[in-house]
Structure formats: C-alpha cells, structure tokens
C-alpha cells in the first residue's frame, strides 16, 4: 500500500515544491514507484517536472468533477515518475469546494482506488490552509514540513501545527508529522544557526539530519523544467536532497518492519 505524504508549510517559498520534486524524482531513481500530485495553482510542481500545465485534466478536475487520477497522469521524464498535475484552474476551487458534499474527502476517495499501485504518493500543497491543502491533509499519511532558516520561520507553525492537528481530530485519525526538513540554510550566519537550534527544540526528535542549503543550481533547475538530480546531480542541494530521500526511506522502512512486527 502506497504511503501518501504531504509537503506543507502556509508560509510561501519555503522550499516546499522544490522539495516535493526532488523527493519524488530521487525516490523514483531508486526504484520506488511514484506519484507527485501538484496542488498548488501556480503548478511549478507540474512545469519543474517539465510536464505543460496546459492539459485535458488536472487535479482540480479530480478534486471539482470527480474525474478519475488514472485521466490525468502525465508521465515524467524519469522512470517510475508520474505526474497529476495542477494549472490555475485550482485557484477557484476553495470558492467551489464549500457548497459540495463531504467537501474535504473528495480528493481522498479518488486516491483510495490507487494509492496500492504506488511506494508513495507526494502532495505539494499551496501556501494556504484551505480547503485545496484540507483535502491533501484528509488523504494523507503524514505531513513533511519544510522550513526556511530565516527570521521569522517558525511565525505560522503553530497555525499548520493547529490545522494537522483538527484534521487528526475530525477527518483523519491516523495523521502525523512525517518530520521537519531545514532549508534555505546559510551557514556563514547567525541567524540559520539560531532557527536549526529553535525548530529542533520546536520538532525535537521529528527533525531530518540533513539540511539543505541556499543553492544556486537548485533555484536554477525549475526554469528548465528538470528536477536537480537531472539538472546538476554534482550540486550540493542534489546531493543533500539525496541524502533526504535516503534518510526518508530509512525512517520509512523501520516503519514498516515495526508494523510488520506488530501485526
């Protein structure tokens, strides 16, 4: 059964759909079966796959008319990559999803009927805590919060962390926070170091060991349409997202053996 992951943060340019992308495209390099949904309007999570947000379908049909995710996969370019990708059409969606019947299910009764044919399924949410990033929350297993080493970073955490709890409460008993991932990290000065100490106080153990780095080739990659590990894979931020996707699957094995084990 394929593990569903949020990546999410409301504040914007956090590093969350840079995040989503690499995470997604190095998984699938080594070997796990993927799906990157991009629910974020601005759909950079679609053209940083080099998939045309211009399509048939995209997850706002998915989420509106109840089209099925089968009809909107875009492959990437990596093997076991796909995509179901996002365009401004979701920007009207919160409007539309608050008169519909179990409004913050609709993208989880889709994704039901297919999570089994993935390892994981990685959701890039949009910058806000609506209706679009309640759905992500309802389907998902976990949430991966990214976080920018700069003043004020952890300003909002307490908003998402209220929001991831609620959705536990009403809609989703079984969430959790996947873990916090540093970014932006600037070791020449004072202020990363000080945001690495308060979000591992804030995190405490939830917080990966790798952090990556304000990276040059990583702002670069989106505009060509490539994911890092196929834009620059001699990069220091493709070699700290790949150290992320290692730690992830590590965590994520242990996991499974202890539910293994358990049942």
């Not at 759905?135 to 920018?148: E, G, Y």
């Not at 992320?244 to 358990?262: S, W, Y």
């Amino acid at each position: 059964m394929g593990k569903i992951v949020s990546v999410a943060n409301q504040k914007g340019g956090v590093g969350k759909t840079t995040t989503s992308v690499s995470l997604s495209a190095i998984l699938a390099k080594k070997g796990k079966k993927v799906l990157m949904i991009d629910m974020d309007p601005q759909g950079n999570g679609t053209s940083g796959l080099g998939i045309d947000k211009n399509v048939k379908f995209s997850v706002y049909d998915v989420i509106i008319d109840e089209v099925e995710i089968e009809n909107t996969i875009q492959k990437a370019e990596i093997d076991n990559l796909d995509v179901c990708p996002s365009n401004i059409n979701l920007a009207g969606a919160e409007v539309e999803l608050v008169d519909m019947e179990e409004r913050e299910k609709r993208l989880k009764v889709k994704l039901d009927k297919i999570k089994d044919k993935y390892d994981y399924i990685i959701i890039d949410c949009p910058p806000s805590l609506g209706l679009v990033t309640l759905n992500a929350f309802t389907a998902s297993d976990s949430v991966l919060i990214p976080v920018q080493c700069e003043y004020y970073a952890l300003e909002g955490l307490g908003q998402l962390i209220n929001t991831i709890n609620l959705v536990k409460k009403h809609l989703n008993k079984s969430l959790y926070i996947e873990g916090a991932l540093l970014t932006m990290y600037d070791a020449r000065t004072n202020l990363s170091n000080q945001v690495v100490k308060e979000v591992k106080r804030y995190f405490e153990d939830k917080v990966y060991k790798v952090v990556i780095p304000r990276n040059i080739k990583l702002s670069e990659a989106p505009s060509y349409g490539m994911p890092i590990t196929l834009y620059d894979k001699r990069s220091k931020g493709a070699k700290c997202y790949e150290k992320l996707a290692k730690e992830f699957m590590k965590i994520n094995d242990t996991e499974q053996r202890a539910k293994h084990m358990k049942d």
